[in-house]
């Protein structure tokens, strides 16, 4: 049995089908998580950011901290879609968006062992949001468990001493859950293979042609989404 931190979360969010749209609400989802957060009082720190060709989001990763932010935030791993104008239309046309949310909880305790030699690390200059020396110096760490080929990349910290020992703790999150689900089936595989596009989808947020967010598992409503994207989550997100 391993051992949860309630109070510490790790999200991450993947733009999916859309192209530039699906970056920009891979966007939106972390802009939506980290006011969320605020409202809660937790603590919300990035630990990387990759950026897409228009400023929008590929992917993005982050800390969160505070009362039973796992337990909370859990079940909002899965795939949510956006149905809005495009900004990035010319013709004004309606076009749907897809992102993947995945939310880890921190590792306390476990009985796991790494070989040092199913490891590689990377290090690269920090850029975008949360980066420290950005453009400078390659405090930038990212690590990858060679076997599973899962990877974590941390550029949150002011050295590469720390951002090593912070990718490092993610990756041992994510192998533990990953053999969690192996076991039991009761958790989704880290790399899951639900594919980041239309019928996968958890959740809908539409804002064209009626207003509306759906969840397509609870069947909670709410026809405000600008509140809803705003952090108003409550109505979605539930201790279970």
Do not use: C
Not at 145 to 165: C, D, I, L, M, Y
Not at 207 to 221: C, F, S, W
Request: hydrophobic share 35%; glycine share 8%.
């Amino acid at each position: 049995m391993f051992n949860y931190a309630k109070n510490k979360a790790l999200l991450n969010i993947y733009a999916g089908a859309g192209g530039v749209d699906a970056q920009d609400w891979a966007s939106m989802l972390f802009r939506m998580y980290q006011r969320y957060a605020s409202g809660k009082g937790w603590s919300f720190v990035a630990l990387h950011h990759s950026l897409g060709e228009q400023g929008g989001t590929k992917s993005v990763s982050a800390e969160i901290r505070g009362d039973e932010a796992y337990d909370l935030l859990k079940n909002e791993s899965g795939v949510h879609r956006l149905v809005r104008i495009s900004p990035f239309s010319a013709k004004k046309l309606r076009h749907t968006s897809f992102a993947l949310v995945e939310i880890l909880p921190e590792i306390v305790a476990a009985e796991i062992k790494l070989n040092p030699g199913d490891l590689r690390f990377e290090t690269f200059r920090s850029s975008g949001p949360g980066g420290q020396n950005v453009n400078k110096l390659e405090t930038a760490v990212r690590v990858t468990h060679v076997p599973t080929g899962n990877s974590v990349a941390v550029q949150s910290e002011r050295s590469q001493a720390q951002n090593k020992e912070k990718a490092l703790q993610v990756l041992y999150s994510k192998l533990v859950q990953r053999m969690e689900s192996e076991k039991t089936k009761e958790i989704q595989d880290l790399k899951p293979g639900v594919s980041i596009e239309w019928g996968s989808q958890i959740r809908s947020y539409v804002l064209h042609p009626y207003q509306m967010v759906k969840d397509h598992r609870t069947g909670a409503k709410s026809s405000q989404p600008d509140k809803v994207l705003g952090g108003d989550l409550d109505k979605f997100i539930s201790l279970k």
